[in-house]
């Protein structure tokens, strides 16, 4: 295949679909808002699924290398009641089939595997528009421009790309994620460190779990936590976190009554707190075929936060990369075959995932959290 491949957004979908084209000798650019790959840090803790994720990373001929990266004993995980109770506290035996990196990591690792020049950092998208006969002009935010007559939007919840084939927009779930960190924990908070364990920690609520915390251990013994909580944006919004100490003492009085090495996961939190609302594009979300372009990962199937996001997202670059190998003279035909798998296997996982998500945030018994954290546990 001799047609040039344009890809907006160098996340981890792009940059498998990078990858896989460069190992068939397929012409790709990923152009990028972030003006480097070190402007920004890259999140936390993925855990990388045997059936999806890890077979994006063999087609992309990554295997050993993210075995490399992985986090050994990060599968450990802890449920805690609310009152610091422990419900379930399971070790990494090495037979998990979701093992964890650091996002970070994972996406250097697949930036390493490409030729200099594949990543044109820098280049925000601004505006995208159709040429006619399948070619379509793309324009940065510094006013240069690039046509193409492929383009994949990998370029997220945000997408420039997906108007080219969808109405749809993200709506908000009704719940946030406020994120926190605390660094040297062994030491300087141990309490909070038991807690956690050595893998993630979970938490649950009687009677409805309206609140919810979750944490990773990551490694230098920094601890990770996501605060749940089911609020309208306007609550989030009043909520000045410039103002750290207010911030979180107005977030921890949620958990009023919660065990303090809980709620310390909150108040002695070495940053400022982060909102992070949770959004999802409609679970069935498809489009009609359309001549040259195509999305991957969140730009195609945003969904609630459920542990599959990265790992389709990589499985979306993996196999739109094949796709485009198989069909080397026909890329209309390449970009049928993938959506046509695409689009089933998206609305299963997001439905699968939201499942999942009320399962977690929307109230069950100790037993039903249990075995949801288990059955996650299990190799596919």
């Known amino acids: 295949m001799t047609t040039p491949v344009t890809i907006i957004g160098a996340g981890l979908g792009g940059l498998v679909l990078a990858r896989v084209l460069h190992l068939r000798a397929i012409p790709v650019a990923v152009y990028e808002a972030e003006p480097s790959p070190m402007a920004r840090t890259q999140g936390g803790l993925l855990d990388i699924h045997h059936h999806n994720g890890q077979l994006a990373l063999q087609a992309a001929g990554l295997t050993d290398e993210f075995r490399s990266i992985i986090l050994e004993g990060h599968q450990a995980m802890r449920i805690l009641h609310r009152d610091g109770t422990v419900l379930l506290d399971r070790a990494d035996d090495g037979t998990g089939g979701r093992p964890e990196v650091h996002r970070g990591a994972l996406r250097q690792l697949l930036l390493d595997s490409l030729p200099a020049g594949t990543v044109r950092w820098g280049h925000k998208a601004h505006g995208v528009r159709a040429l006619g006969g399948g070619r379509h002009e793309v324009t ?62 979970g938490t649950f609520e009687p009677g409805g779990n309206d609140k919810w915390i979750g944490a ?10 996501y605060v749940t909580l089911r609020k309208p944006q306007e609550w989030f919004t009043a909520v000045d976190v410039t103002d ?82 198989a069909h080397p003279d026909d890329v209309e035909a390449a970009l049928t075959a993938y959506e046509q798998a695409l689009f089933p296997r998206s609305a299963e996982a997001a439905a699968e995932g939201l499942r999942h998500y009320e399962l977690l945030f929307g109230g069950t018994t100790p037993q039903g959290l249990l075995d949801l954290f288990s059955a996650a546990e299990q190799p596919q």
């Open 244 to 325: 750290v100490a207010a911030a979180t003492a107005r977030i921890a009085r949620e958990f009023d009554g919660w065990a303090p090495e809980l709620t310390a996961l909150i108040t002695n939190s070495d940053t400022p707190p982060v909102v992070r609302p949770h959004y999802a594009l409609p679970t069935e979300h498809r489009w009609d075929r359309v001549p040259g372009v195509t999305l991957v990962g969140d730009a195609a199937h945003l969904s609630v936060p459920n542990g599959e996001g990265a790992n389709l997202a990589m499985q979306d670059g993996a196999e739109l990369g094949q796709a485009l190998a």
């Open 216 to 225: 990773h251990r990551e490694s230098g013994g920094t601890l990770h936590a």
């Open 140 to 201: 940065f935010a510094d006013g240069r421009s690039t046509v193409t007559r492929l383009l994949v939007g990998a370029d997220g919840a945000w997408s420039r790309v997906r108007p080219l084939l969808s109405d749809a927009a993200p709506e908000y779930s009704g719940r946030s994620f406020v994120e926190t960190y605390l660094f040297d924990a062994d030491t300087r908070h141990p309490a909070s460190a038991k807690a956690v364990g050595g893998g993630s920690l």
